[in-house]
Structures are given as C-alpha cells and as structure tokens.
C-alpha cells in the first residue's frame, strides 16, 4: 500500500458558528451531506472538525480549481468517545465515505483507503485535521505517534486504525450513486461577452466587493483590490468563500448550481461577478 496523496487544514470554530447562525439549514444544505445533517448537525466543534477533514481530502484528491468542490460528496462519519478510558485522552475515529464526483476522483487516482487523524479542538476553538490518501490491497496501518495532551494535534497513541470492512474504504461505498461528469461544463470566460455582458459583469462588481469586504475576512481592504486580485491570495479560507457564495446569492437574488462551486469561480471579484452576470442573464 502507498501514500497516494496527503491533506491537512485547520478549522476555527467562529466562522463556523457565526456561518450556521446566519444562515442555518442553508448553510448546512451547501457544506455537509445528508448522512452529516442527520448526526449532530448543531454541534459547531464537530461541524469545524468534518469540514476541516473535507478540505484535507480535497487536497489530497488535488481537486483543480476548475472543478466542483464536493464538499457534499465528503461524508465524515464517526463519534467522539463520552469519557477516556483512563488517563489518556479518548478514542476519535473518523471514517471517510465519498460519493459523485469525490468517488470518481479518487478512482482515477487509484485511491482505495483513507487515514483520518483529526480533533475538533475543544480546548482551543480550532479543529485540526490530517488525512493520507492510500492506494493498493486492503490491510491494516498502526499510527504510533505521541500524544501531546492539552494541544489540539493530540490523537490517540499507539491505535492501530483497521482499514477493512469497508470502514474507510471507498471501494466499499454502496453502489447506485451517479457519478456526476463536469468535464462537459462551460467554464467562466471560455465564451466571448457581448456589451451587454461585460456591462452586466461591471454593474455587480461594487455588491461582489461589498459582500466580499463582510464575509470574506481578508488580510487587505476590500476596497483597494483590484477587479481581477485573487481573493485567496489576499487571505480568503475555503469557508470563507462559503460565506461569500450565500452572501452574493442573497444580494442578487440567485443559486449557485453546483457545477459553478468551484476555486475559479470565487477566485476574484471579476470571476464572481461574471458568475453572477450568468445567471441572471439565464434567468
């Protein structure tokens, strides 16, 4: 068995709370799969913890900035433990499952198993999450680390995560889940705009800056960045940008289809605005 790709993020609890206040089922509907919704749901530590695990997959999928985020084809299944059995800190074992697009990505790359070490944060408000992507034959992988008791990258010492029977294991997903193919979806700025377009496009910029400057917590005044600056590079986190797609959704009255949700989309004000220039000229 080999590491075919690894992934880890960090999760503050705030955005996370300050999301699900503001936008409740809405936000849980874009963020988390029905199998999530269905199990603590309103458990913000746990909320941070699986998207901080969903992002680590991601990377670790190196899903393109062209491509859907599966954010909801990422379940992150599994419990805390209620009380340590003695005097170490208790058991979290985390399971993968992944569905749609996520599961075709990891076909094509080979992947058959996921290793999940990951802590909601409890006593720091952050949750932590590290995962390696593994490709070949079943088989079971002891995780000897040390445990650092008191700090968010504590995890169990010395556990051995059994890999089989389909706990982690993509290959034994139930089947009947379509995969969705995106290849065939139109990509922003592939089509010439007409005037009327590009008038459309400059029209939303100033509400795509405005909701930006509420919701995006960048490093940089929102109003000093150019059309075309990367909103990432100027410090945008991937659940911020969740935040800024329900935010431009309320402002132009619109819904993001899925096939948009993706890095390239969100990845500027001009990339934005000619999102929503789209949409509204569908409508």
Request: charged share 20%; net charge negative; hydrophobic share 40%.
């Amino acid at each position: 068995m080999t590491v075919a790709g690894i992934g880890c993020d960090l999760q503050a609890h705030q955005p996370v709370r300050a999301a699900w206040s503001r936008h409740g089922d809405r936000y849980l509907r874009t963020v988390f799969s029905p199998l999530e919704r269905r199990s603590a749901s309103a458990d913000v530590p746990l909320m941070a913890l699986r998207f901080a695990v969903k992002e680590s997959v991601a990377k670790a999928l190196q899903v393109r900035s062209d491509q859907p985020l599966p954010w909801r084809e990422i379940s992150v299944l599994g419990a805390r433990s209620a009380e340590p059995a003695g005097p170490e800190p208790a058991a979290q074992v985390w399971q993968v499952h992944l569905t749609g697009a996520a599961r075709s990505y990891a076909r094509t790359a080979g992947i058959t198993h996921w290793l999940v070490e990951a802590d909601p944060g409890d006593t720091c408000d952050t949750a932590i999450a590290t995962v390696l992507a593994l490709a070949g034959a079943k088989s079971s992988i002891q995780a000897m680390m040390e445990t650092r008791r008191g700090d968010c990258t504590a995890v169990e010492s010395h556990r051995t995560t059994d890999l089989g029977g389909g706990r982690t294991a993509v290959a034994d997903m139930p089947g009947g889940v379509p995969e969705r193919t995106t290849a065939d979806a139109p990509r922003l700025g592939e089509t010439h705009m007409s005037q009327e377009q590009t008038d459309a496009v400059n029209d939303a910029v100033e509400t795509v800056r405005q909701v930006v400057a509420q919701h995006a917590h960048l490093s940089t005044d929102a109003a000093t960045l150019a059309e075309t600056d990367s909103l990432y590079g100027a410090g945008m986190t991937s659940h911020a940008s969740v935040n800024v797609m329900l935010g431009v959704e309320d402002a132009f009255d619109i819904e993001f289809p899925e096939e948009m949700l993706t890095k390239e989309t969100f990845e500027s004000l001009n990339s934005i605005a000619a999102a929503v220039a789209q949409l509204q000229d569908e409508q």
